[in-house]
């Protein structure tokens, strides 16, 4: 009975929209690859003072129906109105924020300073919403900060404690617009009350319900992108991170590779959880769209992992300059590149972050036939050490992790490298990860799952005074130890 009534209102309203929805177009939307740069732009900063109380995840959307409401003339006079339906406002607050900013803005510090008084008008508005409802028995008040934030011209952002209840926040705002949609085609939009709203807002059974969720996950509300991720060691990583909260992108330079990573990280990461897309460290502008499609996806980064690589094994006389060069392109300059773009979208959001540099145990030994290998694994330790040097002060702590003959479901040894390396030992291929469990101190094989609870030790939390530090996953080996 409740669907024949909603289809025949439904019906109804459709036949009799006789006048311009909201009053008509007052800003058209941008281009779909401008709206996409610009929202990727503005996410981080945005993200950053939605997380003032506590760390949020990011959903963006420019939907044709949001895009018309945003930039309708009525805009102004329906937005401010609030929702009309509890389930609605439990989950979008009462009210979005408008940002009243041209869809072709450049991020200048003067738009900074316009997005932080905003937040502070609409966190003053929220107070005193409370403050004029409440009551002796309320709950206390909640966190002030918006929901959903409006762009006229480029779409909508959601903010909420993980990318589940933002997306689903999201659809309820714009389940919203099309009441407010229909409601005003055939006479006057009318809200709920800010009383009625409060009333339901901090209803005393609701709150109970807020007390009696679990304890969020070591990385819940946390965003961390990925190099290399479709290897043996980065899909590791990337299944624990997301096992432990966190929303997990994973980039790779191999397409086939990434799809099959996807798909086996899918079945354990819930999909809202985990993002894809290609990336070759070589290439700024790959880069740059990597993290671009990260701040659409999640509207930031917290933790940076950078674990692409490649290897090499020949002695000095046969390695040729194109060698050494690839070595340092895609590890030197690539942890490098990735971890400088990175660290701009860190220092956006305010809230400092986490960068881990997959090094190796040849960054402290020394070896026969691993010299352009071994001198790229040395730079980047030492880079990890000058940059956490430099960003302690943005709270950006860096670390490295440092394995060691890690073999099951690492593309290194296909290319030549186990062959590299049993020439230098004398032995054959196929005795080397017996021959490497052998010289361990501990006398132990190293999986990619050792290294990935490494990684997670560094961005659990647990650790969040150290930086600039080196932990080696080698079984022991006695000549990398840093001390």
């Known amino acids: 009975n409740s669907l024949d009534v909603i289809e025949t209102a439904a019906e ?47 959903h963006f959307t420019d939907a044709e129906d949001v895009l018309e409401f945003t930039g309708s003339i009525d805009l102004e006079k329906l937005a401010p109105l609030g929702t009309s339906c509890p389930d609605h406002f439990l989950r979008t607050k009462i009210k979005p924020l408008v940002l009243e900013l041209d869809v072709g803005i450049s991020f200048t510090p003067e738009v900074g300073d316009y997005v932080e ?38 779409g909508l952002f959601a903010f909420a404690k993980n990318k589940q209840t933002a997306r689903v926040a999201a659809e309820f705002y714009i389940n919203a617009i099309h009441v407010m949609k229909g409601a005003e085609a055939v006479s006057e939009y009318v809200a709920l009350s800010p009383q009625e709203a409060f009333n339901i807002e901090y209803w005393a059974l609701e709150e109970a319900k807020l007390q009696r969720l679990p304890k969020p996950n070591p990385l819940s509300g946390k965003v961390v992108l990925i190099t290399g991720g479709a290897g043996g060691i980065g899909r590791a990583i990337a299944a624990k991170c997301g096992a432990e909260g966190a929303c997990v992108f994973i980039t790779d330079n191999h397409s086939g590779r990434l799809e099959e990573a996807n ?43 950078n674990s692409a690589g490649l290897a090499l094994s020949k002695p ?128 132990q094989t190293i999986l990619p799952e050792d290294i990935a609870n490494a990684v997670f030790v560094l961005i659990s939390g647990q650790l969040s005074k150290s930086t600039g530090n080196i932990l080696n996953v080698d079984g022991g080996i006695a000549p990398a130890f840093v001390r």
């Open 12 to 58: 109804y309203l459709e036949q009799h929209q006789n006048r311009p929805a909201f009053g008509g177009i007052k800003i058209k939307p941008e281009d779909p690859e401008v709206r996409r740069q610009q929202a990727a732009a503005m996410a981080p900063l945005l993200r950053g003072y939605c997380s003032s109380e506590i760390p949020m995840v990011g």
């Open 117 to 154: 008084t905003a937040f502070e008008d609409y966190r003053r508005s929220y107070l005193a919403y409370y403050e004029s409802c409440k009551n002796a028995d309320s709950p206390p008040v909640r966190d002030p900060n918006p929901v959903i934030i409006l762009w006229p011209g480029i």
């Open 263 to 305: 798909a086996l990280l899918g079945s354990s990461i819930a999909g809202d959880n985990l993002g894809a897309t290609l990336l070759d460290t070589t290439d700024t502008g790959s880069i740059g769209r990597a993290f671009t499609e990260c701040c659409l996806a999640f509207g930031g980064v917290d933790i940076i992992v």
């Open 316 to 443: 000095l006389s046969e390695t040729t300059a194109e060698d050494w060069q690839l070595m340092q392109q895609v590890m030197v300059e690539g942890q490098f590149q990735v971890s400088k773009a990175g660290v701009s979208i860190l220092r956006q959001q305010g809230f400092g972050g986490d960068i881990i540099n997959i090094v190796s145990k040849n960054a402290l030994v020394s070896g026969p036939n691993n010299v352009a290998y071994g001198t790229a694994k040395a730079a980047q330790l030492h880079m990890s050490r000058l940059l956490a040097a430099e960003l302690g002060a943005d709270n950006i702590r860096v670390n490295t992790v440092n394995p060691d003959a890690v073999v099951e479901g690492s593309f290194i040894w296909e290319d030549g490298w186990a062959a590299g390396r049993a020439k230098a030992y004398g032995i054959k291929p196929e005795d080397l990860p017996a021959f490497y469990a052998k010289r361990t101190l501990l006398n």
